[in-house]
């Protein structure tokens, strides 16, 4: 099982990023996706996630509006669009995947099946 993260980076206030996260090795289609970000200190954020169908979404409060989620089950690929980005969202990005719902439903930061390695996402002016 491999989820492999890309497109953080150093950015300033109000610009954007997409990042991406490439699935394999389980069956993609039947799992709700998460970002989730632990920034220097803190402990793990849940961030925004979406269930295998793709219909339903979920994101925490500090992003409604900023960070929409998306995925495309055939390429097995999950995205998270960041917009509007402040120095609040400095942070690690981990993608993870559940085999139920309820992590992403309840907006947790845990009970996933599946994590990547993470990517840093830093914004300074």
């Known amino acids: 099982v491999q989820l492999v993260e890309s497109g953080g980076g150093l950015v300033q206030p109000g610009d954007s990023l997409r990042l991406s996260c490439a699935a394999s090795g389980f069956n993609f289609n039947s799992y709700t996706m998460a970002w989730v970000r632990q920034a220097p200190g803190k402990e793990r954020e849940f961030v925004a996630g979406?269930?295998?169908?793709?219909?339903?979404?979920n994101y925490s409060d500090s992003v409604k509006g900023r960070f929409p989620i998306s995925r495309d089950n055939a390429r097995n690929m999950v995205y998270l669009d960041m917009n509007d980005l402040t120095l609040e969202d400095t942070a690690v990005y981990y993608c993870?995947?559940?085999?139920?719902?309820?992590?992403?439903?309840?907006?947790?930061?845990?009970?996933?099946?599946?994590w990547g390695q993470g990517t840093q996402v830093t914004v300074s002016s």
């Open positions: 979406i269930h295998r169908t793709g219909v339903r979404k």
């Open positions: 993870a995947a559940d085999r139920d719902s309820r992590s992403m439903l309840f907006a947790s930061a845990a009970g996933y099946d599946y």
